[in-house]
C-alpha cells in the first residue's frame, strides 16, 4: 500500500515511521529531517491511503477535496472539523448528545461575556472559539486576568479573527488524559491513552503550548476508565454528528479531565495529538496502514492492539517559545541521543546554506525512548535529550514524573 501523510511536524515524522512498518510512505511537505518528504501537493502524489495529519487543512476542506476527487482519506471533511474549529458549535454538539462537559458560554461582546464570568467560581477558563495552535485558552485563578483576556480576544488583539467569539467556561480540575479513537463513520475503537503537558514550564507553570511531552500507558488509570469515556463521550459524539449527517471518518481525540465526578470532555481534536501520537503509535503492533484504510472505507474490523511496554516524549522547543520563538540555530548531538536508544522526530527545523539542520519553530524536536515502564522510558527519554544542544534549547524535566513515581 502507498500512504502519502499531509503535514510537517513531529507528528507526521511518527506517522511516516509506524505507517513504514508495513507501507510505502510519503510525506508531504514534511520537512528536511523527515525521510520520505516531498513538496508535491497530495491530490498530485500517488497514493492509494492519504493521511491528513493537521487541523487547519481538515478544517478548510482539504478531505473533501480529496475525496471528491475519488481519493480514500483518513481525516473528517469540514463539517466534522469543526469539532475542533468551533469550539462553540463543538459545545454545542456534545450538550445535544449528553456528553459530560464543563458549563460555558459563548459570547461575541464583553459585557455580557464579563456577567458570565462574574457568576463563576475561580478558576476562569476564557478561549478563543477558532483556531490557535493550542494556545488560545487561559486558565487563570485571577478574574482582573481573565476579564483582560476576554477584552484582548475580543478586540481581535491576541488572535484575530479566531478570537470574534470567546468560549467562556467553569473551571474544571482533574488530572488530564488524552483518549484518541479511530472512527469509520459508524463504529469507534479506542487507541492506548496518554497523558500530555500543555504548559510550558515544569510543574505546570507558563501559557499553554502545543505540547510539551507525554506518556503512554498511564498507569494509574482505573481499568474502566477507557470504557467509560467510549461509551459517555465517543460514541454519542458519533451518534449525535451522523445524525447531522455527518459521516465522520478519522481521529477523534477527547481531551478529557477526570473530575470527581468522572471524566469530562475539556475539548475534542480532530486528528492525531501531538505529540500524543509520538508515544501512542509506535507502541501499536496492528499494522496501522490497514487499520486507518479500513476506517477511511467505512469498513473498520480491525482491533488496535498495542505492545506491553511504555514510551515517553520530551518535546525540545526554542527560547522564547510559545510567545516568540528565535530560530535559525544550528542543531548537535540528534545522532548521539539515537545512539542513547532514543527515535528523535522532527518538528520545526530547517537546512541552512551549509546543509546543517537548524532551529526553525517553536517546538523542534520530540525525543521519544521506550523502556518496559514508564520510569525507564523517562530516563532514556531525558538521557537522550540531554546529548541534544543550540543556544537556548528548553524542555521542561518533569514529563512523566508522577506516573514514573507512583
Ligand atoms: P483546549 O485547547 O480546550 O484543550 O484547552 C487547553 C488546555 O486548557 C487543556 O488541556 C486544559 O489544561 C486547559 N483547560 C481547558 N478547558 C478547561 C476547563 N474548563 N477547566 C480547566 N482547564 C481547562
Known sequence: MKVCVVGSGGREHVLARVLGRHAEVVVTPGNPGIPGSSPVPPG?????????????????GLADELRAAGRLVLGP??????????????????????VPTARHASFD????????????????????????????????????????????????????????TVVVEEGMVGPELSLLAVCDGTRAVPLAPAQDYKRVGDGDTGPNTGGMGAYSPVPMLGADVVGTVMDRCVEP??????????????????????????????????????????????????????????????????EPRFADD???????ATDGYPTGPRTGDAIDGIAAAEAEGADVYCAGVARDGHG???????????????????????????????????????????????????
Not at 379 to 401: E, F, Q
Request: net charge negative.
Open 77 to 98: 471533511g469540514a463539517d466534522g472539523a469543526r469539532l475542533e474549529g468551533s469550539k462553540a458549535w463543538m459545545k454545542d454538539l456534545v450538550a445535544a448528545a449528553g
Open 44 to 60: 498530485a502524489l500517488d497514493a492509494d491511503l492519504v493521511v491528513v495529519g493537521p487541523e487547519a487543512p481538515l478544517v478548510a
Open 109 to 164: 461582546e464583553e459585557k455580557p461575556a464579563v456577567d458570565y464570568l462574574r457568576s463563576l467560581p475561580p478558576p476562569y477558563v476564557v478561549k478563543t472559539d477558532g483556531l490557535a495552535a493550542g494556545k488560545g485558552v487561559l486558565v487563570t485563578g485571577s478574574f482582573d486576568e481573565a476579564v483582560d483576556d476576554v477584552r484582548a480576544k475580543l478586540g481581535g488583539h491576541s488572535f484575530g479573527a479566531a478570537g470574534h
Open 237 to 302: 459524539t458519533l451518534a449525535e454528528l451522523r445524525r447531522r449527517g455527518i459521516d465522520y471518518r478519522g481521529v477523534l481525540y477527547a481531551g478529557l479531565m477526570l473530575t470527581g465526578e468522572g471524566p469530562k470532555l475539556v475539548e475534542y481534536n480532530v486528528r492525531f495529538g501531538d505529540p500524543e501520537a509520538q508515544v501512542v503509535l509506535p507502541r501499536l503492533i496492528t499494522d496501522l496502514a490497514a487499520l486507518l484504510a479500513e476506517a477511511a472505507a467505512g469498513r473498520l474490523v480491525s
Open 356 to 406: 546543517r539542520l537548524v532551529t526553525a519553530g517553536g517546538r523542534v524536536l520530540d525525543v521519544t525512548a521506550h523502556g518496559p515502564t514508564v520510569a525507564d522510558a523517562r530516563s532514556r527519554a531525558y538521557r537522550a535529550a540531554s546529548c541534544i544542544s543550540w543556544p537556548g534549547v528548553h524542555y521542561r524535566t518533569d514529563i512523566a514524573w508522577e506516573a514514573a513515581h507512583t
Open 310 to 316: 511504555a514510551a515517553v516524549t520530551v518535546v525540545l
